[in-house]
Structure formats: C-alpha cells, structure tokens
Nanobody, 115 residues
Framework: QVQLVESGGGLVQAGESLRLSCAAS????????MGWYRQAPGKQRELVAT???????TYADSVKGRTSISRDNAKNTVYLQMNSLKPEDTAVYYC?????????WGKGTLVTVSS
C-alpha cells in the first residue's frame, strides 16, 4: 500500500522560509517521479515542482527562483524548500508520486503566509 505523508507546513510571515517533507512508503522510491502540488481556497490544484528519478527538476513560474525541490532516496523522502514566501503561496501542499500510469497523492499539509 502506497503512503505519502507530508509535513512541515505551518503559519509564517511573508518573506520567511519553510521546508516541506514528504515521506513515501510502499513504492520503489528511487524509481518514482515525485512532485509537489498546491491548492489554494477556491482554486484548482496546481503544479509547484517535480523531480524525476535522475534528479531533473521543473518548477512553476510562480515559484521559480525561490523554491527548490530535492529528494533523498535513502530516506524515501522528497523535500520542498520555499523561500521568500508570499501571501499568495498560501495553500494546502500535496505530494504526488508517479509510477507508470499510477498517480499517488498524500493528504496534504497547510501552508499559511501572513502579510
């Protein structure tokens, strides 16, 4: 059974940083593309960043330059380092694992950025 458990969310002020973590189990983590998505109130879920099995990364334009995704295959964990946070970054952040035709989601962690 695949499980993705996000952590690290919280309430921060604009300009501060957060690091989110997603611990995976039940999958061959090193062979799985991982991603972070977010969903703000009243909006659709959107891509934040992805990282492939070889470490290739992609970012949404809205976070590029102040966000970094990384993975530790030894710990089956993917991270999202977010700097210079803005109120518009407020959302529930979800971890996603992609393996073949299967997508797996975590339950999310809430990030709230106050102005």
């Amino acid at each position: 059974q695949v499980q993705l458990v996000e952590s690290g969310g919280g309430l921060v002020q604009a300009g501060e940083s957060l690091r989110l973590s997603c611990a995976a189990s039940g999958i061959i983590f090193s062979g799985t593309t991982m991603g972070w998505y977010r969903q703000a109130p009243g909006k659709q879920r959107e891509l934040v960043a992805t990282i492939t099995t070889t470490g290739w990364t992609t970012y949404a334009d809205s976070v590029k330059g102040r966000t970094s995704i990384s993975r530790d295959n030894a710990k089956n964990t993917v991270y999202l380092q977010m700097n210079s946070l803005k109120p518009e970054d407020t959302a529930v952040y979800y971890c996603k694992a992609v393996r073949g035709a299967m997508n797996y989601w975590g339950k999310g962690t809430l990030v709230t950025v106050s102005s």
